[in-house]
């Protein structure tokens, strides 16, 4: 086919076009009105992006409250509180489950106006930045602990003696309202704070970055990430914990109390037999806050935590014991890091003179004081705050259970956060007026009915993005955040018949390999990982650290040069192409791949 | 003693006077332990003394009267005359007895003997401002002292091809006290070789480093006989930013019949591929990044691989000079942007920069 007379503008499909996979009719019953295309005009128009990055699988109904939050505040810093000149937030919808975006630029006319404002307000962040940040941090800490405190328990049969004596007058269902009311409310705030520092540090990236290229034409990508990358950052802790212990482990001699990490009571008693006290008070020690860490993102009530499944950590210790008893260096080479990122610093700073050199020290000074907040605050929300967010919602939902509402403590995440408001009503009037509640009757049912609905939805990948691109992806958060980059679209769209024994994408950390692949869908199958395999994923998520000392190379669907594939594999100095858009779709666990980092190209050799 | 020869590892002051550009580099490197082929430098002071002491200087000089600038077929005529003057005469024999020990002594550091390229080393090439490469012959893979002292003589008689003299005429370069040294050095059995530059000749670039490299020794390349590959690596990360494969249609290897250079056609498989690896890539970039520190200044490398070394100890520096066109013609725009705007209006700059 060669019909390249007429130049056409390509396009993706249009949300209405798109098929509903079988058994996934009625799906928007599950989300809201306003997250619906249906109910949104233009919405055909417009063009969207999906944001697998960090909602890769369906949203179940209660889930989309991570996306409405985190877009929403996204939003906000833009459009109202920095006025970025050209850029407002980001207009979200979800259709057939996932979350697609459209960013909502500022009109030509109105840019000018903004910038005074804009490098005021800027300005008194980057002028302050430490103190500021000292100050969100006790903002973050504090919303967590009121968060810790919430407790939601069954109501009992009686109000107790001793509210009648006084006087009290209440019967306790009001906490249940109140505290699911505060939950959503602290959860809501945490991710406001989430997006204070975030765009800011992007910025202060960007600007280093466009100078970058404009002193040193064609400077790698990779060069500019590693002299603004933090060495010693919070996001490290909790593998680094864990290594910790391993080498403490192996230090006491313990071993062999790690035979069987499923069993965390037993693995834990042997410990405890082996004398190893000084382990677990180490190990105790670690917990607070580091094991708020989970296995996923943070956006699904399915992430599991390392808190309340300790046999993850304790896997990925015995893991490590392993790796220490067979003579290998597990501790990450700090130093080593810091050294190799200020050789690269001192090298290009060499190479420029006055007013240049000058201008180098203090956009890349501001850059690296700013961009580690990019990498950190991904702790402070999504690991530690949505973490006790989840786990509180399902001490709720165990209330729901014990009174027969459904049977599952993860059915509730079924139900849209509203309806979980309206069954609280329903609950405590049931026990209020000593006759049966609905739920029992209404929501088993219903929960089937949805789930049957989520299945089939989730049976079918996303399209990367609909209807008709712009000519040039102009948007600067959209590039840097999502690496949503004009030839990023004009690859997918040019993908139907490309060569499919080769798949590209971004050259995010150098080095060539060749290798079998391992594609992983979820956590859950980081186990099925072997020695030397290269890992091929949608996504990585922070905690698979301890995978990246077993693997030759990453490949991911989506994430740029500072997604978190591409930051711990040059930090382990595996080779990383990520954002190849249908890497984990083309490649086939079991393939001989050749992963060429530097070129950001991956090649299927044999099966 | 006397100071006609000088070995590049004597420790000598790499004077230009004495050695000319090439050989003093060669000492320099060699003492500042860049990996340089053995070798040694026939001196200014031994031309000198072979044009003054056979009276060739009288001689050639009375010639050059002669000339007509303008007049192509005098210059000809004169050049000709004059290195044929310069050929026919022996070297003194006082010389001789030296040129024949320093020949004898490097060999001694082989187990055979090995073929060693005869190089032109004038005092006015290879400087920062002068690009004045390759006015002078270069003789490769030459066996025995007989072909080394008939080419040494072939070599300084190249200081007076009609290019030379032209170039001088037209850039009132005085003859009177002309010399010129000679390099004569171990050869290298090149799989591959090449040039390398430490800034992008296209926009003057000091981040980068750009390798032309070629199967066989570099000659071909340096002349332009091949479409070479050409690569363009980042000088900090030592990582390939753009590539380009050149065609490589033939190669210059050693002939075991004959015992010289010889051209052969490359297999088309060899053709589409680099003929330098990633890890041969790194070496030569970081080799020329070495000369650029001890030079101080952008250089221009030519290296070869010697197929008779082991991997990691098989590249091979052949000279290094400064990098001439960016350093004299002064920075293009690109490399030397308006001072960037400083504080927080840059941002704003950056941010509405990427709405174009």
Redesign the interface.
Known sequence: MTTTETPIMKSFPKPSELTVPDGAQGWEELYPYHLLFANSPGSDEKFWFCDSQHWPTVFKPFETIGGEFAVKCLGQYNTRHLL????NGIEFKIHLGYLYMSPVPVPEEE?PGR?PE??KR??HY?QNWDALLDQWREKVRGTIAEMEELRFQPLPDKVPFDDIVSGKAKDGSEVIMENYDRLIQLTYQNWQYHFEFLNLGY??Y??F???AK???????D??VA?MVQGVDMELFKPDDELKQLAVKAVELGLQSAFADTDDVEGTLQAIRDAGGAEWLAQYEAAQDPWFNFTVGNGFYGHDKYWLEHQEIPLGYIKDYIRRVDDGQQILRPVEALIAERD??IE??RS?LD???A??FD??RGLAATAYPYVENHNFYIEHWTMGVFWRKVRELSRVFVQAGFWADEADLFYLNRGEVRDAIFDLVTGWAVGAPASGPSYWPAEIERRRTIFDALNTQRPQPALNTPPEQI?E?FT?MLWGITTEQVQQWLSDDDGDDSAVTGMAAS?G?VEGRARVVYHADQLSEVQDGEILVATITAPSWGPIFGKIKATVTDIGGMMSHAAIVCREYGLPAVTGTGNGSTTITTGQLIRVDG??GRVEILEG | MNDYIVFFDSGHEPTLELLGGKCASLVSMTAAGMPVPPGFAVTTAAFDHFVDGTGLRADIKAKLAEIDADDVECVDRVSASVREAIEARDVPEDMHGVLHEAYDELMSRFEDQVPVAVRSSATAEDLPDASFAGQQDTYLWLSGYEAVHEHLRRCWASLYTSRAITYRLKNNIPEDDLSMAVAIQKMVNAKAAGVAMTLDPANGDRSKIVVDASWGVGEMVVSGQVTPDNVLLDKVMLTVVREKIGDKHAELVPDPASGELAEIEVAPERRSVRCLTDEELVAVATMAKRAEKHYGCPQDIEFAFDRDLPDGANLLLLQSRPETVHSSAGKPAESTPAPAATGFSSITASLLGTQH
């Not at chain 1, 970025?84 to 850029?87: G, T």
């Not at chain 1, 404009?214 to 790698?220: A, E, H, L, R, S």
Request: net charge negative.
């Open positions: 970025i000149p050209p850029a840019i910038v804009f490098e800027v300005g980057f910025l202060a960007l600007d970055f466009t100078f404009q002193v040193f034409p064609n400077i790698p990779q060069a590693k050789r690269i090298e290009y190479l006055g007013d240049n000058a201008a203090a956009k102009t600067p590039q150098p060539v530097n070129a």
